[in-house]
């Protein structure tokens, strides 16, 4: 019993490490009526592999009114947020989704720290004003992937 779940952790952290290294994924929210809404975003795994951040950016948006993913966690914050490999050798798809409660983060050391992240990991933030704009930040739950992650 003991080495099954050493090697359902390893498994596990495999599919992590593996999610840490994409580029976008695609944040899945829904609202009170649970309506969904799907949109691709960057991301960042804190080093631990409990949450996942998501900050909004400078991008243009109709700034009216908050954000559809915002609003949908203000109402229903549970989330799924999933990154896949397609390919057309077939024996190379993978995918891995995270799945969990979120929080919207204005400001404070876990708001700048997850921001501060995203920067490194993506250029392009590091020219646009973020401190301003809130984060998302998953609460990871529960993770399950398929396919082949390893190469």
Same mark, same amino acid.
């Given at each position: 019993?003991?080495?099954?779940?050493?090697?359902?952790?390893?498994d596990r952290a495999l599919a992590l490490e593996w999610l840490s290294r994409q580029r976008v994924?695609?944040?899945?929210?829904?609202?009170?009526?649970?309506?969904?809404?799907?949109?691709?975003?960057?991301?960042?795994?804190?080093?631990?592999? =409990? #949450?996942?951040? !998501?900050?909004? %950016?400078?991008?243009?948006?109709?700034?009216?009114?908050?954000?559809? *993913?915002?609003?949908?966690?203000?109402?229903?914050?549970?989330?799924?947020?999933?990154?896949?490999r397609w390919d057309e050798d077939w024996s190379q798809l993978a995918w891995v989704m995270a799945? =969990? #409660?979120?929080? !919207?983060?204005? %400001?404070?050391?876990?708001?700048?720290?997850?921001?501060?992240?995203? *920067?490194?990991?993506?250029?392009q933030y590091q020219s646009m004003t973020l401190a301003c704009l809130p984060v998302i930040a998953?609460?990871?739950?529960?993770?399950?992937?398929?396919?082949?992650? =390893?190469?």
């Open positions: 019993m003991v080495s099954y779940l050493v090697i359902a952790m390893t994924a695609r944040l899945a929210t829904a609202d009170k009526t649970l309506a969904p809404h799907v949109v691709p975003v960057c991301f960042i795994l804190a080093t631990e592999g =409990g #949450s996942v951040y !998501i900050t909004i %950016d400078e991008k243009p948006k109709d700034t009216g009114r908050p954000l559809k *993913r915002i609003r949908n966690i203000l109402e229903n914050p549970q989330v799924a947020l999933i990154a896949d799945r =969990g #409660s979120a929080d !919207i983060l204005h %400001d404070g050391t876990e708001h700048r720290a997850a921001q501060a992240a995203l *920067r490194e990991k993506y250029p998953i609460r990871i739950e529960r993770v399950t992937w398929w396919g082949r992650l =390893g190469g």
